[in-house]
Structure formats: structure tokens, C-alpha cells
């Protein structure tokens, strides 16, 4: 895809859907953008369909933008905004970044939702124009962040620790599944990285779940977490903890 800001032509990005009434991912209500492409492959990933960049359709920035200001009155009344997600939109840097750039012209709150496994320097550009990040850490253990993510995890860590340099307001996304994330060790070590970083407005725990194994089904894929369940309630709440005692708030 084009994403030329250079010329005159347009920014072209590429997604896999719009959502207008977002409540998950950011404050208030939400449009959300899934762009397409990722480069992780975490093994509970709910949105496998995101993943290859050639899927999905492109749409420009200002077609874009016509769809977002359609939803601007009550955004502004529930303290909302505008969320981009995937996939990973660090991936399409400077479509994202041009998105954003647009909202926070019209006033519009702008959420980046991310893995931060990103180029560094190309990922802060995009931040100059974010009010705020969701970002999920797969897992803190080298081993199991390569086994559960695909990737190492130095890239992510390394952008965890320049959202807090800059202190950009930051929730901290972990995806709690049971014999995987869970073990002590994993979480106790992201818990101490965390700690002391006062960006961070809170953890949020997301409970594994298997509602996108129907399309890694429908897609050929090899589902590797078939027969993992939810965590229990009981799980939670000692991760919660785990949490709260390195003085970090926890939502669930
Ligand atoms: S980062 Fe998100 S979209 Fe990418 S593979 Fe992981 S869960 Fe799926």
C-alpha cells in the first residue's frame, strides 16, 4: 500500500474492518480501526484473519476520516475516541500516524493499541500524535515470549521502558492463559519491570479465551491451544495480586 506523504498521493492503509461502537480497547466509546498485518503469531491470537498484510482492503486517509467524524458527537460525549488495532498498526507507521495526527486536529482522543514489537525510532513518530497506549506484553520470560508471540521480546521492553521515558499514559495489556502466561515467574518478572513505572495507569488481565478458534478452524490453521481453558476466577485474582503488590492498579 501507498503511504506516501512526500507527493500528492494519497495515504493509503489497510484494514481488515471498522468498528463504530468500540467499549474494550480505550476509554469511552470508541471507533476502532483493525488494520491489517502483523508480525507476531501468538498462538491465542482471536484474530488470526488480521495477521497477513495482503488480506483486508485499503482505504485512504481521508476516506477514513469522513467514516470517523461521522461519530464525533458521541465520542465526545462518553470520552471516547478514535482506537487503532490489528493486527499491528505500527506495521502501516505512517498511515497510523497520519490517522491520529487528523483526529487530535479535530480534537478526537487517539489510543494506539500495540504489541510494541516496532522499530523504535519509527514507532515514535507515531507517539507524538498518541494520547494514550494499550500495551500488551505477551509474556516477560524470553522463552515463553518467543514460544507464545513468535518474536523475542527485547523489542517490546525496550518500548515499554520509552513509554515511560516520555511518559506517555500507558495501560498494560496481559493475556492470562492458564499453563502458559500464568507461571509465577513470567508474571513476578513483569510485574518488577513495571514497577515504578508511572506512566502506567493500569494492568488490565485478559482472561484466555477461545472465541477466534472458529476462524483459525475456517482458516487451516493449527489452533495449538485446543484444549486450554479460561482461567478460573481463582487464577486471576493471585495474578491480580501479583500485580497490585508491586504497587501497579489491576483491572480485570
Ligand atoms: S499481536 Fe495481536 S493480532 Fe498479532 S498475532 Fe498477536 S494476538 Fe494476533
Redesign the pocket.
Known amino acids: 500500500m501507498s503511504t506516501d506523504t512526500a507527493t500528492d498521493t494519497p495515504l493509503v492503509g489497510r484494514i481488515h474492518s471498522l468498528e463504530s461502537g468500540g467499549m474494550v480497547d480505550g476509554p469511552g466509546i470508541r471507533f476502532v480501526v483493525f488494520t491489517q498485518g502483523?508480525?507476531?503469531?501468538?498462538l491465542?491470537?482471536?484474530?488470526?484473519d488480521?495477521?497477513a498484510l495482503w488480506d483486508g482492503r485499503d482505504i485512504t486517509v481521508d476516506d477514513l476520516m469522513k467514516e470517523i467524524v461521522k461519530y464525533r458527537s458521541y465520542m465526545r460525549c462518553t470520552g471516547g475516541g478514535v482506537t487503532l488495532t490489528?493486527?499491528?498498526p505500527l506495521i502501516q507507521h505512517q498511515f497510523t500516524r497520519e490517522v491520529f495526527r487528523r483526529c487530535q486536529e479535530l480534537g478526537i482522543h487517539t489510543t494506539l493499541d500495540t504489541?510494541g514489537?516496532a522499530n523504535l525510532n519509527v514507532a515514535a513518530k507515531v507517539l507524538e500524535c498518541v494520547d494514550l497506549v494499550l500495551l500488551?506484553i505477551?509474556a516477560f520470560d524470553a522463552d515463553l515470549h518467543a514460544r507464545v508471540?513468535?518474536v523475542p521480546r527485547e523489542p517490546t521492553l525496550k518500548f515499554a521502558q520509552y513509554l515511560h521515558e516520555i511518559k506517555k499514559p500507558t495501560w498494560i495489556r496481559f493475556?492470562l492463559v492458564p499453563g502458559l502466561t500464568d507461571h509465577p515467574a513470567n508474571v513476578e518478572g513483569m510485574a518488577q519491570f513495571l514497577s515504578g513505572m508511572h506512566n502506567i495507569e493500569k494492568v488490565e488481565i485478559l482472561p484466555f479465551h477461545k472465541m477466534g478458534e472458529y476462524k483459525w478452524e475456517r482458516m487451516g490453521g493449527d489452533y495449538a491451544l485446543r484444549d486450554t481453558l479460561p482461567p478460573t476466577s481463582e487464577q486471576i485474582e493471585t495474578v491480580a495480586q501479583a500485580f497490585r503488590q508491586h504497587g501497579l492498579s489491576v483491572a480485570v
Not at 502483523?38 to 501468538?42: A, D, F, G, I, N
Not at 491465542?44 to 488470526?48: A, G, K, T, V
Open positions: 502483523c508480525p507476531l503469531r501468538c491465542y491470537c482471536h484474530n488470526p488480521t495477521q490489528g493486527g499491528e504489541s514489537f500488551c505477551k508471540a513468535g493475556v
